[in-house]
């Protein structure tokens, strides 16, 4: 299956015999993203925090956690601040494909929205290859 963005640039997609998508094209000018790694931050947090649960405080889950993070990432008087600068990137992990002009994929990405043929098939998992992406995908 072919896609062709807004400018101009096609995108093969091709099923392979496992469900998986090889994706192909070119990718220059291109964006990615690799997911964050919260252990060393949240378990910074929890030792920060260990003297006030042992007195009766709750502390924050891990997504809790995450959450605030993002809400105050820019913010650098806030508390929270310390824990951001311990983020970490999985730097062997993408979890985000953009190339300019599109399309946008990322894990979760319903691919039956490029063809009937990739119907209830979800990204799992994105491995660069040569030529492009092979897009891991699990049935829904």
């Known amino acids: ?24 094209g070119s990718f220059e000018g291109c964006r990615f993203g690799m997911p964050n790694d919260y252990t060393k931050a949240y378990n910074q ?3 920060d925090e260990y003297y006030n649960f042992l007195h009766g405080d709750h502390c924050m889950t891990l997504e ?4 605030e993070i993002h809400k105050h990432f820019h913010d650098i ?7 951001v600068m311990l ?3 999985v730097k ?3 979890n985000m494909v953009d190339p ?6 990322a894990i979760g990405a319903d691919m039956g ?4 043929d990739f119907k209830g098939l979800v990204v799992s998992d994105i491995k660069s290859i040569d030529g492009g992406y092979k897009l891991i995908t699990k049935q829904i």
């Open 1 to 24: 299956m072919e896609y062709t963005n807004r400018y101009n640039d096609t995108y093969t997609f091709t099923l392979d015999e496992d469900n998986n998508i090889l994706w192909e």
């Open 45 to 47: 947090y929890l030792d």
């Open 64 to 67: 809790v956690f995450k959450a």
């Open 77 to 83: 008087e806030h508390k929270m601040r310390k824990y």
């Open 87 to 89: 983020v970490e990137t």
């Open 92 to 94: 062997n992990k993408i």
């Open 100 to 105: 300019s002009g599109g399309p946008y994929i």
């Open 113 to 116: 929205y490029f063809s009937e």
